[in-house]
């Protein structure tokens, strides 16, 4: 698939301002064009050891926070979507900056939540550390040397969002898929 340019206004649906939140965090790609602002806490993070996360940021897992589209708030930059496997086979659309071409988030097909829930690449945030995994997954291709931290739920290959993610969570996702329609898969 052709990288496809689109500004950050046709990225994701429309700020809806009629909610302020406060800055949870900044952070940007490596060249520096792109800047994004995040608006709250995720409702998960995601660390992903399956092979095919592994294989496309060439590293030992992938740390994706799931957010609502419309809490991360493109600051500067233009961004291009590339579409890529995912283990589902429905594959993911990773937005990344036009310059550096470093991956920001991406749009997971299988979510059924178009282009309102991002998957935040949180290597890119100015300080990580503020969203630090929830759960492991797929850890059945987990590299032998990586250490997981004690006490972090961790699923051979996917969970049950249901009993995993906080009370909190689920009520987001509910207005989430209000919104979009379709259930979450
Ligand atoms: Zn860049
Ligand atoms: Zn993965």
């Known amino acids: 698939m052709n990288?496809?340019?689109?500004?950050?206004?046709?990225?994701?649906?429309?700020?809806?301002?009629?909610?302020?939140?406060?800055?949870?965090?900044?952070?940007?790609?490596?060249?520096?064009a792109?800047?994004?602002?995040?608006?709250?806490?995720?409702?998960?993070?995601?660390?992903?050891?399956?092979?095919?996360?592994?294989?496309?940021?060439?590293?030992?897992?992938?740390?994706?926070?799931?957010?609502?589209?419309?809490?991360?708030?493109?600051?500067?930059?233009?961004?291009?979507?590339?579409?890529?496997?995912t283990p589902s086979g429905r594959g993911q659309r990773i937005a990344r900056c036009t310059s550096c071409k470093v991956a920001l988030w991406s749009n997971y097909l299988i979510t059924n939540q178009g282009d309102h829930l991002r998957f935040l690449r949180v290597g890119t945030l100015d300080d990580p550390s503020i969203m630090p995994p929830d759960v492991h997954i797929f850890i059945e291709s987990q590299q032998p040397w990586y250490m997981r931290a004690p006490g972090v739920a961790a699923a051979e290959g996917i969970y049950r969002h249901k009993t995993t993610w906080s009370k909190d969570s689920l009520n987001r996702l509910k207005q989430l898929t209000r919104k979009t329609g379709f259930p979450f898969k």
């Not at 689109?6 to 790609?29: K, N, R």
């Not at 995040?38 to 957010?67: D, E, F, W, Y």
């Not at 809490?71 to 291009?80: C, D, F, N, S």
């Open 3 to 32: 990288p496809q340019s689109v500004t950050p206004s046709e990225v994701g649906p429309a700020e809806e301002d009629t909610i302020s939140y406060e800055a949870f965090g900044e952070g940007g790609c490596a060249c520096g």
């Open 34 to 85: 792109v800047r994004y602002r995040v608006r709250s806490a995720p409702m998960i993070v995601h660390a992903c050891h399956c092979r095919l996360c592994q294989k496309q940021t060439g590293s030992s897992n992938a740390v994706n926070a799931l957010i609502e589209a419309d809490r991360i708030v493109v600051l500067a930059g233009t961004i291009e979507e590339t579409l890529l496997e």
